[in-house]
């Protein structure tokens, strides 16, 4: 009786140990979303101020962004890690 209380007991850490790997990635994204927002606030601003540079800011706006989810792309793997 009591080996099937531990195995019980072992398969319940591990769901809540997924589980915290879950919130925590959540956690993780919410940084790259806010920058990804403000990249993306500021190049349009950007291009309001200045049409004729809109070409330039797209492009560094598009390589904020991929350098950003970088940071969420690190979360997740952080997440199967640990």
């Known amino acids: 009786m009591s080996v099937a209380l531990q195995a019980?007991?072992?398969l319940a850490q591990e769901t809540t140990i997924s589980g915290a790997g879950a919130i925590g990635y959540g956690l993780a994204a919410?940084?790259?979303g806010i920058g990804i927002g403000i990249v993306v606030g500021k190049?349009?601003?950007g291009?309001?101020?200045q049409p004729e540079m809109a070409g330039q800011l797209r492009t560094t706006m598009?390589?904020?962004i991929?350098?950003?989810e970088a940071l969420a792309l690190i979360g997740i793997v952080a997440g199967f890690i640990f």
Do not use: N, Q, S
């Open 66 to 68: 991929a350098f950003t």
């Open 30 to 32: 919410i940084g790259p």
């Open 62 to 64: 598009f390589l904020g």
């Open 47 to 49: 291009m309001a101020r």
């Open 8 to 10: 019980a007991d072992v």
């Open 43 to 45: 190049a349009i601003e």
